[in-house]
């Protein structure tokens, strides 16, 4: 078996589907490796991060083959393997992690030291975080697989959730943690920034977590539709009114419990002038303001550390221009960084098989074939209510 294709970042605003290697047992520095396994892929999701990168935001080369949310089913295993075989079904967490240093040791996979030289933390297909090879293809190789792959439950049972499942690899569990390192719990108030598929991925999560109102904010009418149908608060930024004064209207007063920022970098201003216009703070800024004193920010939106195509001259350098005094006049807690999938992966599998969350649903996924990819990302660039799902092999078809 030595053919391959899979989705290629050829520059600002485009992707193609290219013939690329087969997959070997080696790092992207060229060294054999036995702990490896082959996936053949079964599902990899277009994800709010690619996009980032394919409208021109980073410092991505052309030729970088893309994805980091990926499922699959192991066709080839490494000499030092022991815990997986051929024809087992596994979830691979974005983090390309070690499970041998510190920091993986004390489950801060998402910042592993070794298996990325320009800094810590390592992931699949994406720019500055290790030369991984990413998942949007036929098949991809996995490294450190004992330890970075989480196994699903029986073929059928899991073809049968593979829709839901598929969220493990990234979204589900970040969504999670922002909601999570926020300080959900029963009786919560929680405002979640974004609309997006990690905003709604933490907005459902903070509902399995017990929280008793579930607020989504936006400036995508379409999403905010897509929320309101399944059941959280939304507020609409395009409009003049504040947030505070939105959140008001809705619980009585201008303050939340605890929130998420699931925007990041490239957000939008806020009223019906401001919407046009990239205000990288402004979500962090308009979180601080409306979270109660003493309260928890979870960061799980994605900051760069430079940002070449922002208009703001300190974004570019990753720099913001933060009301960081009115955090600690309120004394909030602010959570940031890349999430530690491993950390939530094998709960919130459970919580699917036993159908405690239906994250597909709530994330709208919507299935397309590899060939599809380019539409899927012109789409999800558009601001479609839906969590792209690429089936390489047609195996869902199947099901």
């Known amino acids: 078996m030595s053919e391959n294709r899979g989705v290629v970042y050829t520059g600002a605003g485009q992707v193609e589907i290219q013939p690329i290697a087969f997959p070997k047992m080696e790092t992207p520095r060229g060294r054999k490796i036995g702990h490896g396994v082959i996936l053949k892929v079964i599902t990899t999701n277009i994800c709010g991060s690619d996009q980032h990168m394919v409208r021109g935001r980073t410092s991505a080369p052309e030729g970088l083959v893309l994805g980091h949310e990926i499922t699959g089913e192991v066709i080839e295993v ?11 079904l596994a979830s691979v967490p974005f983090n390309v992690a070690c499970g041998r240093c510190r920091t993986c040791k004390e489950q801060d996979t998402g910042v592993c030291l070794t298996v990325n030289p320009a800094r810590a933390g390592g992931a699949y297909g994406y720019v500055d975080m290790g030369g991984w090879v990413g998942g949007q293809s036929e098949y991809v190789m996995i490294p450190y697989a004992d330890f970075n792959l989480l196994k699903l439950p029986s073929r059928d049972r899991s073809m049968e959730k593979i829709r839901d499942l598929t969220c493990l690899s990234d979204i589900l569990p970040t969504g999670y943690h922002g909601a999570v390192t926020a300080g959900v719990g029963p009786g919560s108030s929680v405002y979640i920034a974004g609309a997006g598929p990690v905003g709604l991925a933490a907005a459902a999560s903070a509902r399995l977590l017990g929280a008793a109102v579930v607020i989504v904010g936006d400036v995508n009418p379409t999403r905010l539709t897509h929320a309101a149908s399944k059941g959280f608060e939304t507020v ?35 009223g019906h002038a401001g919407v046009q216009e990239e205000a990288p703070a402004i979500v962090l800024n308009s979180l601080m303001e409306i979270t109660r ?50 950390k939530y992966n094998r709960q919130l599998m459970e919580a699917i098989m036993w159908d405690r969350i239906q994250i597909a649903d709530v ?17 999800f660039d558009a601001g479609v209510p839906k969590k792209f799902v690429i089936d390489p092999h047609g195996s869902l078809k199947m099901t």
């Open 236 to 270: 609409d930024l395009s409009q003049d009114a504040t947030l505070g004064e939105q959140i008001e209207q809705i619980l009585g007063r201008p303050e939340v419990d605890c929130a998420v920022d699931a925007v990041g970098f490239e957000a939008r201003g806020h």
């Open 78 to 88: 490494g000499s030092d393997v022991e815990n997986l075989q051929v024809g087992d």
């Open 293 to 342: 004193a003493a309260g928890k920010l979870g960061i799980p939106g994605l900051y760069v550390t430079e940002d070449p195509g922002s208009k703001d001259a300190a974004a570019k350098k990753g720099s913001l221009s933060l009301r960081f005094g009115l955090g600690w006049a309120k004394s909030h807690s602010f959570h940031t960084g890349q999430t530690p999938v491993m």
């Open 363 to 379: 994330v709208g996924v919507e299935v397309i074939s590899l060939d599809e990819a380019p539409k899927g990302y012109g789409e």
